[in-house]
């Protein structure tokens, strides 16, 4: 089961790579932080200029989460952690 786990966080580390130049050319920075092959669950930490904005919350569902949704299957949902 752990290497399915790693195959789903490969997916999502790889789509993360591909949204984290827009999200750079803005100042900000998005790292992953886990995912619950479970749940589908995908925990992140926004960094730079993401942290404190008010486009945040728009950035990490709007951008970062649909974007996982609509490419990765087995992802139901992302969070913000600190």
Known sequence: MAQNSEKLADKVEAVLDQLREG????????????VDEKTGKVSVRLQGACVGCQFAQSTLKEGIE???LDVVPGVTEVVAVD
């Open 23 to 34: 999200i750079r050319m803005h100042g900000g920075d998005v790292e992953l932080v886990g």
């Open 66 to 68: 649909q974007t996982l």
